[in-house]
């Protein structure tokens, strides 16, 4: 991977280029304890995106991957990590760019819709619909199971999946801990009703930690939703329906 220095902060990223021709820019914003080869490139996304004409940017979300990681919670608000994103457009000389963000990296996605809209071609938020206004989806207990020596019960079954996930991935724990603590924040209406760049919901209809797509694109101006039929958070982000759905709402923006 490439990396360059966002505000003090090293950030890893790919940038393919599409196989035939220039290619409009889309950067990819993967999820939580995740990052950009398992969110992006071993679900196939790369591969479709860059297939179908586009220039596939994805980064490490500071603390995740190979970017560097961070332990003050403080440092991993969603404001730190869509500069970063924003940061990353400039450091490749992009002016704008169709941003698309799972999960975590949906709620990035929304706050660089609304803060830097000059930048954005239009925003796809995937995994995350009305929880991106209320603050729910996720239990309590994450942190502290990221934390907890290794054989420690997880005081739930979600901060348990998390903690497995997190060590397949062979995450940081601590860092990711701090994020889960810093990360969090919600939009109001009010502020969702601001954004003026086209947008994509794309939630599974089994998916317990996003909350409704359709009723996040109902507070969006020019908003629609695409719901990935029999599919929850984790089986989702990969789904070939998503892909498809995508791909024809890129087609489709100017």
Known sequence: MD????DGVRIAY?????????????????????????????????RAL??????????????????????????????????????LLDHLG???????GYSMGGRITAHIALDHADRVRSALIGGLGMHLVEGKGLPSGISEALEAPPGTPAPNPTAAAFRTFAEQTRSDLRALAACMRGSRQTLSRAELAQIEVPVLVSV???????????????LI???????IVGKDHSTAVGAKPHRDGVLAFLAAQP
């Open 204 to 218: 599974g209809t089994l998916d317990t930690v996003a909350g409704s797509g359709p009723a996040l694109a109902a």
């Open 94 to 100: 992009i002016a704008r760019a169709h941003v698309m």
């Open 3 to 6: 990396s360059f220095d966002s």
């Open 221 to 227: 101006p020019d908003a629609r939703a695409l719901e």
């Open 50 to 87: 860059t297939q179908a004409g586009y220039r596939a940017i994805a980064l490490d979300n500071r603390g995740h991957g190979e970017s560097e990681k961070l332990y003050d919670p403080a440092a991993y608000s969603s404001e730190a990590m869509a500069g970063d994103a924003v940061r």
């Open 14 to 46: 790919i940038d393919v280029p599409p196989t035939e021709g220039a290619g409009t820019p889309i950067l990819l914003i993967h999820g939580f304890a995740s990052n950009h080869a398992v969110n992006w490139v071993n679900t196939q996304w790369v």
